[in-house]
């Protein structure tokens, strides 16, 4: 396996930074009340961890190593400001859904943890191979326990305006638990007890 495909895939198997890692845990539990939201968290993640990796590991050689931390931060943030924006002109209702959890992507310890512990380190392909595997294996993630939580909670699956399972559904009756906060903690945990036996299983 060469260095690129498997820092791609360590971030969606080995390390999957909410199934593995437990890191991003707030915009996790937040707004995977419905696929959509956690699809456009998913792709604003994407965007602001791979462009903030590449550039990391461009300019790490020229960065004072007392002043790091700081200089990851701007560059982290400038990209959270393009989505920010972007979103607010094109995607004016996602962008009101996500609110305070597009902003706080700037402080979110994934992409934070992934610019200091790889791309500050690492080559430049290898940091956006990292960014990348990191982004998609936090999109599955996210779009697992929502479709969960939606599913369950509203008895459907809704993108875009259309419904997965047509006007009624799956037929059941909303538990409408599971698109409060507490459906977050109880989804993340028995996905987690499931993924954490059928690994010991493996083993």
Do not use: H, Q
């Not at 706080?104 to 943890?113: E, Q, R």
């Not at 791309?119 to 430049?124: E, Q, R, V």
């Not at 507490?182 to 493996?202: D, E, K, Q, V, Y």
């Amino acid at each position: 396996m060469s260095s690129l495909t498997r820092d791609f895939t360590n971030g969606i198997v080995g390390e999957n930074p909410v199934f593995r890692l437990l890191l991003g845990m707030c915009p996790v539990l937040a707004v995977t009340t419905a696929v959509e939201n956690a699809f456009w968290m998913g792709l604003a993640v994407l965007f602001v961890l791979t462009c903030s990796n590449l550039i990391v590991s461009s300019v790490k050689s020229v960065i004072p190593d007392k002043i790091r931390i700081p200089c990851f931060i701007v560059v982290i943030a400038t990209f959270v400001t393009i989505v920010e924006l972007a979103m607010n002109a094109f995607l004016p209702e996602m962008y009101e859904i996500l609110g305070i959890f597009i902003p706080l992507i700037v402080v979110n310890c994934i992409i934070l943890a992934r610019a200091e512990a790889f791309a500050s380190k690492n080559s430049i392909l290898n940091s956006v191979a990292d960014g990348v595997g990191m982004s998609v294996g936090f999109t599955l993630a996210t779009v697992v326990i929502s479709a969960v939580r939606e599913l369950l909670g509203t008895g459907n699956l809704t993108f875009a305006g259309a419904s997965l399972f047509g006007p009624g559904g799956i037929g059941i009756d909303p538990v409408m638990v599971m698109i409060a906060p507490p459906g977050a903690f109880i989804t993340m945990g028995i996905l987690l007890g499931l993924l954490n036996l059928a690994s010991r299983r493996r083993s």
